[in-house]
């Protein structure tokens, strides 16, 4: 594994040029010719030459990798993030370092300090509980720490892009109450998940607003199968709910498998579905299901925009920036004439 | 930005242990007690040390970093791949940086040149047409390749860990000739990729040795809506297929949509479908679709083996390793009586 030193000054000489303009080709986002870069790209795969980002690193205090710490990838909703939020980063020549962890199981805390033996230019922590003493301690570190699709409590030393999951929880509410539904039931997520919290807290919250309240309520988890138990359990009683929101799509999925396949009931004649987050699969025709778009593209540039604008420009961090998603209506759930040509509330 | 450089000393005198008990304490895997690692960690956070994994790496050549380069992750198969990986490799204390590629719009090589620019002690190619050359390149920087899910030329200087495409395409052919189906159809994925070539050839081979030959051939090019658009056109004659193998779920899902809901056929009275993969979906019961299980993560497991096995003892490259995978027998394609006791062919 012994790995033999080529210098960038060896480099520049065969390629005829100036150090700092080899230097230059291989800094990300650095200006020079791409007839330079060809001429010093050629010398450097000759000679065998690599520059040394983790050497630089040590010197500029700069790795370019970005520590992406999340609680589990399962959800359907977090490939097409990490996906995106790695292409995003890539542009900006930075790489995506990932970490993950059960917050059931794992010590969080143990893992963000295993975290920091890294030289990582920033972290962002999806959908974790990340304490403010922590962030704390990676800003004594020069880490910037950027919160995503997490749940905020009122500490302005937390810096963080989410999406507003007390306001969609609402809309649902709004959505069913206003198509009539008498018997309303919720399907909750892992309850100590903060989309889980916040989205039941804006559902009962709208529900009151409308002088409802909830019919019957089953634990889910996020997990197909508990969706599906807690769904036969809500449903084996003498009067049904006539409306179900569960509180993501991947749980919706789960409950209109039940209720159509096991409990012989029609979707949405006999039981209106709601899901949330508007994932690929619920615009597919075995589900077309109503549901809350989460923004995701846009949460994925302002997270980006936010950390970098604190590595890169040494920007204040921006504090919480919420997004508000529409309710996307389409056919799992009975469609209340003031919704049937908008696709908003 | 700036970093206070708190010495391995210091945090050895404020826990009482010697300066190699701390070293041991941040290296991943060495043996510590636990009483000596709480203590060495207490010190640490007091006194905010950190150990500098990328100053480490650069004495000792190795940054516990794995770069992993993979295509897309859209598909529905590789976020999971993704999340066993990290876990994996996370579990013997190595980190994964990912880099994100769109093989047909990005100049691959360039990108592979790029990787080597971070200090990584290996890399994983998933999906990807890698060359010998650059496989060779890698050696000599002393960063050993292993492909991952890859197809493999005759090139014995390659290694990595894949599933049997070829075998589990004629394993289809075998299932849908023994179900009697006169007009088979094929759904193609992306002409280009290795996974569709094999899947295929194996198809045509398995259809072949039944004196079979295929009734049309549809480009879905693993989209949900060209395998949808695929499907109508293929069904849109007198005479439709009675069996359908696309070569992906994802698409196999389209598939039955669009025969079910627009073509008012049932599934499998009138069509047979049969995917490839085994994702989560096709177990759900709207679609209880009958696959070519991939043996995920034994795949998983075996690559990180044969990397680390390089990696840390030195162990030559096991050059090619192919997993064969069953076929699972749901209800989306007739059963014929010779499997209806069986999963596998």
Not at 73 to 91: A, D, G, H, I, R
Not at 123 to 149: C, H, N, T, W
Not at 317 to 329: E, K, N, Y
Request: charged residues 25%.
């Amino acid at each position: 594994m012994a790995k033999e030193t080529v210098t960038s000054t060896a480099v520049a000489k065969r390629a005829g040029v100036s150090q700092s303009a080899v230097s230059r080709v291989f800094t990300p986002g650095a200006s020079v010719s791409k007839k330079t870069a060809e001429k010093v790209r050629k010398a450097a795969a000759e000679l065998g030459y690599r520059p040394n980002r983790l050497a630089r690193s040590l010197i500029k205090g700069q790795s370019r990798i970005i520590g992406l710490v999340v609680a589990y990838l399962e959800n359907q909703f977090y490939p097409t993030v990490l996906e995106k939020l790695s292409q995003s980063l890539q542009k900006r020549g930075y790489h995506v370092l990932i970490f993950v962890t059960n917050i059931v199981q794992d010590d969080f805390d143990k893992i963000l300090e295993e975290i920091m033996d890294y030289q990582i230019d920033g972290l962002i922590a999806a959908s974790l509980p990340v304490s403010a003493d922590v962030v704390q301690r990676y800003k004594v570190e020069g880490v910037p720490v950027v919160m995503f699709f997490n749940r905020f409590e009122a500490d302005d030393t937390l810096c963080g892009v989410t999406a507003d999951n007390f306001k969609g929880g609402r809309k649902v509410a709004n959505f069913l109450a206003a198509g009539g539904h008498q018997r309303i039931a919720y399907l909750a997520g892992h309850e100590a998940a903060a989309t889980q919290i916040d989205r039941e807290a804006g559902f009962l919250a709208g529900l009151a607003e409308h002088q409802l309240t909830l019919y019957s309520r089953g634990v889910g988890g996020f997990d197909f199968q508990k969706a599906q138990e807690a769904t036969r359990h809500m449903f084996d009683v003498e009067t049904p709910p006539d409306a179900l929101f569960a509180a993501n799509d991947h749980m919706a999925f789960a409950a209109m498998d039940t209720i159509r396949f096991e409990l012989g009931l029609r979707i949405p004649e006999d039981v209106s579905v709601v899901g949330y987050d508007d994932v690929p699969v619920a615009s597919w025709p075995s589900y077309d299901l109503t549901t809350i778009h989460q923004p995701m593209e846009h949460i994925v540039d302002l997270t980006v925009e936010v950390l970098l604008g604190i590595i890169e420009d040494q920007k204040e961090p921006a504090g919480h920036i919420s997004l508000d998603g529409p309710l996307v209506v389409r056919r799992s759930a009975r469609i209340p004439d003031a919704f049937a040509s908008s696709q908003d509330s």
